[in-house]
């Protein structure tokens, strides 16, 4: 039996970091994915094969004796461990940046947790779950927290979800995800990577002591946060760009104040002002990437003015899917 999932990495739109300590954010789905495919072996281990390498580690092994990189997997065949009584081979393929703050890791619980759930068939009926996504996407949460404690669980959420949604995530009384955010013009944006590598769990620790020295400001800088992503919501409904532009740019001063950039973020967003209507940090920062609205005209200007050893490239934010559960063979 084989059970394949596939899952987007993100972007962060505006309100990272500010999310972690309960404010709203707006996340997108990226064309990039990450696909996982699992199968019961005669072996009695768990192997996991990825770009980042191969493990083998014996079915009665416990997450917290692996790698911090394979953690994750390790933790989701153990929450299974009382179904399972063969060996489980767990094999990513990804085409989405790891470490750039792009939802490489999220990408991974996601897709991971949908494909083993989907092996253990019984499992939904034994425990009367009716809303698997739902059930899949608190796993996935729960193995992201093996690596990455302070989670906010809004990557999770949009590499589930798919599309623009505003986290977190509300639902009709009829069970209908009242959280995505339409989009019905073309948003093209730009992703640059700084090609610097950074620790999400270190910059959000970073944050956190941010608040704790600047307790009064850092409540304020939240409750700006919540206003800014108000009035974006209005923004994308009317189709104004020029404002969304400007909320990009003065979200960017929010991270620039709790000290989540750097210079060559610094250096990557003030190229790029010219020809964008705004540019900013997305994801945890300290490294990663950067994203820009800039119209289509200018998107050739681009590579001249970020410098050849960055990586950047266009995403389409509309109409993405989420988690897509392959195909089930036996
Ligand atoms: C990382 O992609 C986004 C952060 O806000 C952390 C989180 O929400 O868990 C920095």
Redesign the pocket.
Known sequence: MKSIASAPG?I?LF??????HGTK?ILAAIDKRVTVTSTFTENKTIKVNSQLGTIEVPISSSHEEVKSEFRPFVYLAEFFSDQNHSGLEITIDSDIPIGV?L?SS?ACCVSAAASIFGLFDGFRHKLGILDEVGAILDLAIDAERTI?P??????CTVCTHGGVIE?PIKFSEMGNLQSDIRISFDLNLLIANSMIPHS?KR??EK?SKFKENNEERFSQLCDLETKLIDEVNLALKNKDLTTLGLKMSENQKYLEEIQ?SNDTLRDMISSLKEISLGVKI????DG?CIIALVSDENMDKVPALLGNDKECFSAKIRDLNGLVRERLEK
């Not at 302070?150 to 990557?155: F, K, N, V």
């Not at 997305?282 to 920062?285: E, I, L, P, Q, R």
């Open positions: 993100k962060i309100g990272e970091h500010f999310v972690v954010a703050g939802g999220s990455f302070d989670t906010s669980g809004a990557d986290y999400t910059s959000v944050v989540v997305t994801g945890a920062g990663g």
